[in-house]
Every structure is written in structure tokens, then in C-alpha cells.
């Protein structure tokens, strides 16, 4: 069984860290594969690598974010989701950075006191043809009582929240 990261109070709440990064996606989770067309060109990648890099595009897409940093391996980052009363903040680590010239993004997994368990990445790729594409690529399982009481629809809200994302940072990439 492999041992939980520490990162002061909190602890990463799943033992299959970076499996986003070199799959496959662990059994026993909910899996989520989303890909959306951002662009095309050098100029459009920068942009929206930044924007996810910095959580601008998590900010546009009505999230609030506390991190520590930009995106690197041991950023720690509470996104508040939701409105009113029903909003909710998540703790996160940063987990994994891409390390190739053609991928900017990273990856980040649940703390201990999130709703979920498992990880989630948020990726901008350059392709050969020039496309930019964002790809969001996660696996989790509940780790609350409301989560698990409202079963099958957090993975709709999941696929959701990606495609919102993607529509965001490519409005977010072609006003840079």
C-alpha cells in the first residue's frame, strides 16, 4: 500500500499519485476524458498554457482560487466551487507539471477534507498541425456523504465543469 504525501495538516486522500500522467487510470474511480479544440498556432498554446498554469482560466470560469503559486509540484490550491450556501472549497496539491515543449498544464490530486478522492489534469497540447487542444483527464471516487448520496450525477457535474473549462480558456487564448 503506498504511503500519503504529507503537506502539513493535510494529506493527498488517494495512493495512486501522478497516474494522469502515465495512466492507465487506476481501477475502482470514475474516469473522465474531455478534449476541446482551443486554437490553432504557437501564440494561441502560450496563452492558454499560461492560463491554466496561472488558474486564470478556473477564475473565468467562476471559480475562486487560493494557491500558493502557479502551478508546480507541491502547490497547494482550495478551489471554491458552487454559489451561496451550497458552495463548497476543495483542497488540492499540485501533483505533476508536464515536462515537454509541446504540453503545458499540470495535474493536481484531492487533500484530505475533499469531497473526492483521486486526481485530475488539466493539459495544453501543441500539436504537430499546429491545433491547441485542452484535454482534462481525471479518475475519482466520493469521499463525503454528499458526494456519495448524489451518485451518478457528479460525474455529469465533472464533464460539465470540463467542457465549461475548455470554452473559457479558448475565449481566454484568443483575447491574448
Do not use: N
Amino acid at each position: 500500500m503506498s504511503r500519503l504525501i504529507s503537506t502539513g495538516r493535510r494529506v493527498l486522500s488517494y495512493p495512486e499519485h501522478g497516474a494522469t500522467r502515465r495512466g492507465p487510470l487506476p481501477d475502482g474511480y470514475h474516469h473522465l476524458h474531455h478534449r476541446t479544440r482551443i486554437g490553432h498556432g504557437r501564440k494561441v498554446f502560450e496563452a492558454a498554457g499560461a492560463a491554466v498554469r496561472d488558474f486564470r482560466m478556473h477564475r473565468a470560469a467562476g471559480a475562486s482560487v487560493r494557491a500558493d503559486g502557479p502551478a508546480a509540484p507541491g502547490v497547494r490550491v482550495e478551489i471554491g466551487l458552487g454559489v451561496g450556501p451550497l458552495r463548497i472549497s476543495v483542497p488540492c496539491q499540485v501533483v505533476w507539471t508536464p515536462d515537454s515543449p509541446g504540453l503545458a498544464g499540470f495535474a493536481y490530486g484531492t487533500l484530505s477534507g475533499h469531497p473526492e478522492s483521486g486526481e485530475e489534469s488539466f493539459l495544453v497540447e501543441l500539436a504537430d498541425d499546429g491545433t491547441v487542444w485542452f484535454e482534462v483527464t481525471a479518475f475519482s471516487r466520493p469521499a463525503a456523504w454528499y458526494t456519495r448520496l448524489a451518485g451518478p450525477l457528479v460525474p455529469v457535474l465533472q464533464l460539465a465543469y470540463a467542457r465549461l473549462l475548455g470554452r473559457r480558456l479558448r475565449a481566454l487564448a484568443a483575447a491574448a
